[in-house]
Structures are given as structure tokens and as C-alpha cells.
């Protein structure tokens, strides 16, 4: 199903256009990959003996697999609220860089801050990905009820893969579960490749890969951000100086 063209009736009405991005979950193949995650998710919150509600609540929240796993891991292992709240907000700093890119693709000359306020929040590395292959098919007026759309629709899957992980806890492997939860790094890893075509993505994204084996020797905890900050400024570098030779 594709997108209507971008001078369509059907892009009129920011209702539809939420429509639009809510269909658009389908289009991707990491809805299915989240669906997988959360499953794990889901399953890791039962084995460690929080309720149904809270993951959930913590799926609406956090919004983000990665730190929902170090929440529910710090806090099962007996570290206290605010040890939790740092760890996950130390992971939560990669997504900054994310919310800022988008966001710019989304306003208009007349766009308020509050209107953004859903989008930002939904902005994780799936509708970062999603962002930057749908949004150009989309009529910037319009953008923002896409995203939401799109957003809500990810969400909703992640909260029935929550549920129904929750209850397949006691069939499910640590095997299994750890082999579900890899599932998200890969697909975030090939859906970059697949859209870099800058010469400065190709550089941030190889660079990324290459350091992070010898961010991971420091044993801090910050290996992704040690890697990717130092790869992206290099990324950044190059940039720079291509335009400057342009």
C-alpha cells in the first residue's frame, strides 16, 4: 500500500493523514521486530515479577526497549528508584540526537511547540528510521498527524506483544528471550545501512561499528554513547570538510 501523492485530496485532513501513518505500520518490517522485542519484554517483566500493568504503563512511558530493559533489570536486581531513573536516563541521551533531526522535518512556519510535545515522545530509533523513509512522501502540513499516527500505531503493537509475552513468560527459553531481544539492535543496524547515503553516514555508521568493540574494553557502561559520539564527530568532520571543498 503505498502513499497517496503528495498534491492528493486525501492529505486535506489531519485526521487522515494520522490514518495514513496508523496504515503505515504495516509497510514496515520492524513492526514485526518490535512485536518480537516486547514479546521479550513482556516475558522479562513476569519472570521478575512485575505486574502486567506496569510493563505496560512502562511501554507508554519509556517508549524505548533498551532502557525499559535496564529499568526492569536495575529494579528486579534491587537498586533503588533514583539508581534505576539514572541508569535509564544515561541510556535514553542516544535518542536526543534522533528527536532533533526529526522534529526540523516536521515544522512549519506556523507549527506551535505544543503540537510537537507527542511527536518528541514517540521519537524513538524505530520512528526515527520510519521518519526519514516515509516523510518525504508526506506534505509537511501534515507531517506531524502522520507521525502521530504512525507512533500510536507502534505503540499499540508493542503494548499486545507486552500482553501477550507477559502470559507465554513460562513457555519461553532465557535462550529463546535473549535471542528475541537481539533482534532490534540487528534490524536497527541493516535499516541505517539501508538509508545511509550520505558519505557522512556511511563514515558514522562503519566508524560506529568498528570503535564499539574497543568502547566495550572500558567496562563504563557508556560503550554506545563512547562510540557513537566519537564516530558521529568524525562523520561531522568529514562533512565539514567536504562542503568546505565544494
Not at 535518542?95 to 512556519?109: A, E, G, H, N, Y
Not at 511547540?113 to 518528541?120: D, K
Not at 545511509?196 to 568493540?213: F, H, M, N
Amino acid at each position: 500500500m503505498a502513499l497517496p501523492p503528495l498534491d492528493s485530496p486525501q492529505w486535506q485532513s489531519p485526521l487522515r493523514a494520522f490514518g495514513w501513518g496508523l496504515r503505515s505500520v504495516t509497510q514496515t518490517i520492524l513492526t514485526l521486530v518490535l512485536f518480537a522485542t516486547y514479546l521479550g519484554i513482556g516475558a522479562l517483566a513476569h519472570d521478575t515479577h512485575f505486574s502486567l500493568l506496569w510493563a505496560l504503563c512502562s511501554t507508554l512511558f519509556v517508549w524505548a526497549g533498551p532502557a525499559q530493559i535496564i529499568l526492569i533489570t536495575t529494579l528486579g536486581s534491587g537498586a533503588t528508584i533514583i539508581q534505576s531513573a539514572i541508569a535509564v536516563t544515561v541510556s535514553a541521551i542516544r535518542l536526543f540526537p534522533m528527536v532533533v533531526s526529526v522534529l526540523p522535518l516536521m515544522r512549519t512556519p506556523t507549527t506551535r511547540r505544543r503540537e510537537l510535545f507527542f511527536a518528541a515522545h514517540l521519537t524513538a530509533v524505530t520512528l526515527w528510521v520510519e521518519c526519514h523513509r516515509f516523510l518525504p512522501q508526506v506534505p509537511r502540513e501534515r507531517r506531524i498527524a502522520f507521525v502521530n499516527g504512525l507512533g500510536f500505531g507502534l505503540v499499540s503493537v508493542c503494548l499486545t506483544a507486552n500482553t501477550v509475552g507477559y502470559f507465554l513468560a513460562a513457555n519461553l527459553t532465557q535462550t529463546l528471550g535473549a535471542a528475541i531481544l537481539m533482534l532490534t539492535p540487528l534490524s536497527f543496524l541493516f535499516s541505517t545501512a539501508r538509508n545511509s547515503r550520505e558519505a557522512a553516514d556511511v563514515v558514522a555508521l562503519t566508524l560506529g561499528v568498528l570503535l564499539y568493540p574497543l568502547a566495550a574494553k572500558m567496562n563504563s557502561g557508556l560503550d554506545i554513547l563512547v562510540s557513537g559520539l566519537v564516530a558521529g564527530t568524525i562523520a561531522y568532520g568529514v562533512h565539514w570538510w567536504r562542503e568546505v571543498r565544494a
